[in-house]
């Protein structure tokens, strides 16, 4: 990831933003965390993204896929920037498999 971050090719967006910190309970960290995300400013969301990530719901609910209102919102604004999604959650392999997104692939590291 830093590798990423050094050569500039991360981009964020709000919902992101917030997922990430969401889950920080001790305040020292949670401001540590938010100083550093704050050196990425927030691509833009509108309306054809909202209404893309709709129709992103409606197109994997039909074949019962399940998914958040945040994942699809992301799935949305990826295409659009023509990103890939960097995430080690399962549910975007399920999204790719009819969904127009490309994920970045990683090796976790234990």
Do not use: W
Not at 39 to 63: H, K, M, Q, W
């Amino acid at each position: 990831m830093l590798r990423l971050v050094n050569q500039g090719l991360v981009e964020i967006i709000g919902p992101i933003r917030q997922e990430i910190l969401s889950g920080i309970r001790e305040r020292s960290k949670f401001e540590a965390v938010s100083d550093r995300l704050r050196s990425f400013p927030d691509l833009e969301i509108g309306t054809g993204d909202y209404e893309e990530a709709a129709g992103y719901y409606n197109r994997c609910r039909s074949v019962g896929i399940q998914g958040s209102f945040t994942d699809f919102v992301i799935c949305a604004v990826s295409v659009r920037h023509d990103l890939s999604i960097f995430t080690d959650d399962n549910d975007f392999a399920g999204y790719k498999r009819i969904l127009p997104i490309r994920l970045y692939h990683f090796e976790k590291q234990t």
